[in-house]
């Protein structure tokens, strides 16, 4: 148990150390962070629903809105 | 609801995942290339236990870091556009892409993640073996996650493995190796990622290149050249291979996309490959301007019909075969594919009335029609020929393909001989020094790029109006909300994109200008 917790103590200090002694990767860290920030709290909440999840509650709703827009009339 | 739909939603829609896809593969291909190519570097160092080449290794290693960084998450908004532009599709093809990209992510998020942070922050930490296996298991973990996105592609490009439930509106899939393993997924893989090793040695040996023209890191420039220009080499050979491969996988599942990248409108046994042409400015057929004649073209006989069906005598269908049908080749014109995709959207309407309805017996009866092995066969496979109102929709556009096409060839065939002008260079021991060459080898990086995305443009342009080859087209598999939302989130994201390529450029410059012996460290 105590070879284990060693293990994992080792490993959270190799990250931690990792992520201290980092030069250019702080800047390539900010920069996938305020990207991801604009992926999933700008453009994924404000611009990407989606759509059957939002506008539908079960799986049988979705299906049959698909079906339903599958089979409107087409152009016959 | 497709009757009244605006084509323009259509065409922004699509619009916008091309500029995504497009901008997403600008980073994908040097990290799969040059993941491998740093392996190799640090497998040598460790063998030859020399710091010159984990100088080298950590050098290349730094550029990487900076492109992945870049580059990651940025496949993910094309997941965001399936659940808001694409919502009819993203319910269609149901688990089909759920399986591959979950393995997919499964597969990034452990193996990349975990073995990245080895590779970066290990080199003090962990022994030599352990690192160099880090090294290795990153290259092999993101070409293993980009197999599984390609199967995914694939797929759309040939649907196989699945079986459609009208209860659900989606398919499902029945056999995981069918999807896994089909021809289609295994051809577009080895080709994509062959591809993006000459990328990647391209992109080496160009840097490398600058710093001879500048006169400064001499040693580590030619080792880098020496690494890149046999991998290099090696990669674009198989390149012309797997080319070949996949050549052959689109010429019988994709007859539409085949014709259209050679400018074949009417077929011919014995077909000729056209090596180089051009097209006027008039069309071919006055209702379609898909079609232009050719006004200057180099034709090898017979190699066309060989490349698509190992047969030098082998019928080739044009355009206007797979549009008029040809009863000798046993080809169905459009008008009866439409005919019998009509009959299969009428099929489903049938169904989802009784369904609605509550009449259990019809439904069951309609589904177990719907579902059997002959209508299948005979309408289902059509099904997405009933959205279809005129047969000019099927056809591509045929000069993007036909140039895309022969300008991937074409550069493939010099990054060949480029690779093997550098190793001559370096067999013979003769100065890389001269500048034209220098400046070539700079200059061929953005012809690799230009390369890689031809390659898509033929991919996808190709198969046009498919979303789903046969079964869905773009104008059904579109979710019906305000074009110009489209319109923002278009302009929005090429903001974005190009913000994010100027910082991987100019990153990138900056420490390429540092040097191996660097200013901050490798980390």
Do not use: C
Not at chain 2, 195 to 207: E, K, P, R, T
Not at chain 2, 280 to 301: G, H
Not at chain 2, 344 to 356: G, Y
């Amino acid at each position: 148990m105590a070879g284990k917790k060693n293990l994992f103590v080792r490993i959270f200090k190799f990250y931690v150390e990792g992520f201290r002694s980092m030069t250019l990767g702080k800047t390539l860290w900010a920069i996938i962070l305020l990207k991801l920030f604009i992926m999933f709290f700008v453009l994924k909440l404000f611009f990407f629903p989606n759509i059957l999840k939002t506008n539908f509650e079960t799986d049988e709703e979705r299906g049959d809105h698909v079906l339903e827009n599958l089979t409107s009339k087409t152009n016959e | 609801m497709i009757d009244n739909l605006d084509m323009s939603l259509v065409d922004w829609s699509r619009a916008q995942f091309a500029l995504t896809a497009m901008y997403h593969w600008i980073f994908v291909p040097l990290t799969l290339g040059l993941s491998f190519i740093i392996a190799i570097m640090e497998t040598i160092y460790v063998r030859t236990g020399k710091e010159e080449w984990k100088t080298t290794t950590k050098f290349w290693m730094k550029l990487f870091g900076i492109n992945f960084a870049i580059g990651v998450a940025t496949g993910i908004i094309l997941e965001f556009e399936f659940g808001t532009n694409w919502s009819n599709y993203s319910w269609f093809v149901g688990d089909i892409f759920g399986a591959p990209l979950a393995i997919e992510g499964i597969m990034a998020f452990f193996m990349e993640t975990t073995f990245i942070a080895v590779m970066f922050f290990g080199w003090k930490k962990v022994s030599k073996k352990f690192h160099l296996i880090s090294t290795w298991l990153v290259a092999i973990g993101s070409n293993l996650s980009a197999y599984w996105i390609l199967v995914a592609n694939a797929w759309m490009q040939q649907p196989v493995g699945v079986t459609f439930n009208p209860e659900t509106a989606r398919n499902e899939m029945t056999n995981f190796w069918d999807v896994a393993l089909s021809p289609m997924a295994v051809n577009k893989f080895l080709h994509t990622i062959s591809s993006s090793y000459v990328l990647a040695a391209i992109f080496v040996v160009g840097v490398s290149a600058w710093y001879i023209m500048k006169k400064r890191d001499l040693a580590f420039a030619r080792k880098s050249i020496i690494v890149a220009a046999i991998f290099g080499f090696l990669t674009s050979v198989y390149t012309i291979f797997s080319g070949d491969g996949s050549a052959r996988q689109v010429a019988s599942a994709q007859p539409m996309k085949f014709a259209a990248l050679e400018g074949l409108y009417k077929g011919q046994e014995g077909a000729g490959l056209i090596a180089f042409g051009f097209f006027s400015t008039s069309e071919s057929d006055p209702e379609n301007e898909n079609l232009k004649d050719f006004t200057l073209k180099l034709e090898i006989p017979n190699v066309l019909s060989y490349m698509a069906f190992l047969d030098w005598d082998a019928f080739v269908p044009g355009v206007k075969d797979l549009i008029d049908g040809n009863k000798k080749h046993n080809i169905l014109s459009a008008e009866e594919k439409i005919r019998r995709g009509k009959i299969a959207i009428a099929k489903l309407r049938e169904f989802k009335e009784a369904k609605k309805s509550g009449n259990k017996e019809l439904e069951t009866t309609l589904k177990n029609e719907f579902t059997s092995d002959a209508f299948q066969k005979e309408y289902f496979r059509y099904f997405g020929y009933g959205y279809i109102t005129n047969t000019d929709q099927l056809i591509p556009h045929v000069p993007l393909m036909f140039y895309s096409f022969h300008l991937m060839v074409a550069l493939g065939g010099y990054f060949l001989l480029f690779f093997v002008y550098v190793l001559y260079l370096i067999i013979r021991k003769k100065a890389i020094e001269k500048r034209w060459f220098l400046r070539l080898a700079i200059w061929t990086i953005p012809l690799a790029y230009l390369a890689s995305q031809a390659g898509w443009v033929v991919a996808e342009v190709g198969r046009q109006p498919w979303v789903i080859q046969d079964l869905m087209p773009t104008m059904a598999a579109v979710s019906r909300i305000s074009t110009g939302a489209v319109q923002v989130t278009f302009w929005l994201f090429a903001v974005v994109f190009t913000t994010l390529l100027i910082a991987e450029v100019r990153i990138m410059v900056k420490q390429i200008g540092f040097g191996p012996k660097g200013k901050g460290g490798n980390k």
